[in-house]
Structures are given as structure tokens and as C-alpha cells.
DNA sequence: GGGCTACTTATACACTTGCACAACAAGGCC
DNA sequence: GGCCTTGTTGTGCAAGTGTATAAGTAGCCC
């Protein structure tokens, strides 16, 4: 009896990733509170010692969560402006219906989201992390207007161009915030519908053909 | 020596008061983690034991100061629209302005706001009281929506009508957190004119005058 | 001023937490 | 096959947690 429990050796970065993994489903589920060693390690499959191993401690385990969360995301929000061939319009339209969907839209990402930020103001390895997104973000957003708005042989000046990538990752932030928080409030696609045309009228371009007022 | 602590009875409401306070203060510093009831009650003046007295338990206190955060947020927000002799189109521009900057714009009360919201997917007491903070709101935006296009002579149906409340929704949201999280990016009254501008152009309204491109 | 009430303090307790460390065994190497 | 490294487990511990409850006292009423 009181057998020792059998394991197996994984590699360091096998481990490493399911330990980051287990600590995000951890946050999502039950918050930083019950983001607790022993509840990471139970998700894990390992014992709660184990973390220490490959991490000096709680706070760096939640940093680095942090930092791959981060990460994920802007990577997949960027990657659906990779359409080549496609116009500068369309690219744009892709992008926004990209991150006003599935996987993006989620209820647990939000929540990570969510409770990480709430600890940004305090924690400046968190605010820098997220700072660094935010800005890859909105680069993207502004790089895409630009040629936008080229392809319409206007020729915005720099400050103009910054306020348009602002309000646009705006409307998108918001946009994912109310998808998120109450998804079942909206038909599919509906979402991405009212963000490309709020973007479309921030920039000036005029409607393709159906959905016009009056 | 080992004197009792003097202390002053304080009215029920009055103490009440002070204990949400000292929460919300302490969740903003030290998130939900850190918020403790020593904590809390250090910071309130009184003994930790004291809070049995009004909460039944940490639970409570921490849904009543949410409860407490998100009315006062709403509050302030709706009271922008409360201008009368001015037009919808002023109304609109002030609301937007108000949400634009200080005391809205904040970054303790956006540490409140994620920090709460991060754990209203697994908390449905949370998860309601900002449904209904959030409806409301969005319902004030569709009203003065409906009496700015009315006064254009335009007869939007319901569904643009709430698609119009659902994006000017986002654009005020997502410039709020841009503001929040860096506000010091922003010159002031900057995000004010891009959230007006993003609204504006939503709604279809013709600039007034300047500011335009080309 | 004396007494009552209930607001407030202080102490106790069972439990959880992050972390330290010794014991152990999985799997590669010879 | 035996050994050795080190990934992994299990136990222990001090600090801190929310809650329970006894003890004390501030302030009002008479």
C-alpha cells in the first residue's frame, strides 16, 4: 500500500507548455484566487512540487501565462490579414470578421483577458506585456488602413491615419468585448457586420451596395 | 499595557459605506487576491472581525461593491446626457466627450472593472449585475441615436437602429480601455474628437466643418 | 449617573496557500 | 544489466485565510 504514485518524463518544453496551459485554464475557471499550485498541478497531471522545477515561483508561472496568452492572440488576429491577392478592402473586411468570430469571440479567452488586465496597473511586467499586443495591434490596423485608403487615392496625413487605426481597434476591442459577454445576444456574423460597416464609415469609404439606410 | 483599541460607533449606512469603499480600494490596489479582510478592514479604520457584523460573508461584500462600482459608472455616464436645450447632435457629442475623459476614464476603475468582469463567467451574481449595467447603458445610446437621426429627418428601422447603438457602444468602450490603459499616449480631449468623429461617421452625419480629409 | 444594547474588538481555529527539501524512480548511457 | 542523472513525488512548515465567538465598551435613554 501507499504506493508511490508512477510517472512518466516529459521533455522540458512538453512540460513547461502544459504547465502554462493547465495555469490558464485555472485562471479561466476559477480566477487568480483559485489559480492555486495545487489546482495548476492536479490540471497538469503532476504533483504541485513539480512546478517549482521549472519555475521560481507562482508569480513567474503567471507571467509567463500571461505573456502566451497575449501572444496566441495577436497571432491569430494578424494571421487572417495574410490573404494575398486579395484587395487592401477585402483584407481589411477579412480582418475584422476574423477577430469578431470563433475562436477570437470566446468566453474564456475574455475571462483570461479580463483578470490579467485587472492586475496590469499593479503589476508592470503585466502592463508591459500587454502594452507590447496592444501596439503590434494596432501597427497591423494602421498598415492596412493606409494601403486602404491608398487603393482610394486619398492620402491621409500621418496624425489622421493614427486616429483612424485608433478608432478602428476600438470599435474592434468593443465590438469583441460585447460578443464575448453576450454572445447568444447576436445572430451569427452579425457581429462582423456591424464592424465592418462601422469602419468602413470611419474611413469614409462608401457603401458597396445593400444595407443602406433609406 | 495591552490597552483595548478605542473606537467610535459609527451609523449602520455610514459603515457600510466605508467597508465597500475600503473594498473597491483594495481589490484596485492589490486585486481579488490581495483583497483580504484584514485588508479591507485596516484600510476602513476597523478590526476584520467587524465585517461579519454587516456582510455575511467576503462573498457579499465583494457583490455589493461590485454592485455599488457598476451604478456609480453608469451614473456618471447618463448624467452627460442630462443636458436640456440642446440638440440631439449636442447631446451625443457631450455624452461621448464625458465617457472620454476623467473621472471615466480611470485606471483604478478600470482595474475594478476587468478585475470584477475577469470573473463574471464563472460568477453569475457578477455576470448579471453587469448585464444589466451594460443594457442600460446601451438603451440610453439607442434613445439619444433615435432622436439625433430623427432630427435629420431620417427613419431608421429597429434592427439599424440597435445596430447603431451596438457599434457606438463599442467605439465608447474600446476608446474608454485605450484611454484607461494609456492615457498618457493620448493628448488631452484627443480621444474625445476621435470617438466623436467615429460616432458621427457611423451615424452618417456631414461634418460640420473642419477636420476633414483632403 | 447607572444600566442596556449592540457595535466593535480581540482571540481562537480549522483550513489553505506557496515554498522547501528529502526520498525516489524513469530512462538514457556504458 | 547496473549505474547515474535529474525529473518527479510526497511530506512538512510557517504564514495567511475566512469564519466563529467571547469579551469589552461607547453612546443613548431614563
Known sequence: MNARRKFRREGE???????????????????????????????AGVTAGLIRHYFPGKEELLQEAY??????????????????????????????????????????????????LGRASADPTLARAHREGYLGFRNEVEAVVAEVLAAEQRKPDASQLRHHAIAINAIIDGLWIEGCLAGEMFS???????????????????????????
Open 13 to 43: 518544453e512538453r512540460r513547461r507548455q502544459d504547465l502554462i496551459e493547465a495555469t490558464l485554464d485555472s485562471v479561466a475557471e476559477y480566477g487568480l484566487q483559485g489559480a492555486t499550485l495545487r489546482t495548476i498541478a492536479l490540471r
Open 67 to 116: 505573456t502566451a496568452l497575449v501572444g496566441r492572440m495577436t497571432e491569430q488576429a494578424k494571421a487572417a490579414l495574410a490573404m494575398d491577392g486579395a484587395s487592401p478592402r477585402q483584407r481589411l473586411a477579412a480582418f475584422v470578421t476574423a477577430n469578431l468570430n470563433a475562436p477570437i469571440v470566446d468566453a474564456r479567452v475574455f475571462s483570461l483577458w479580463a483578470t490579467f
Open 188 to 214: 451569427p456574423g452579425e457581429l462582423a457586420a456591424i464592424g465592418i460597416n462601422a469602419v468602413e464609415a470611419e474611413l469614409g469609404l462608401a457603401p458597396l451596395d445593400q444595407f443602406q439606410e433609406k
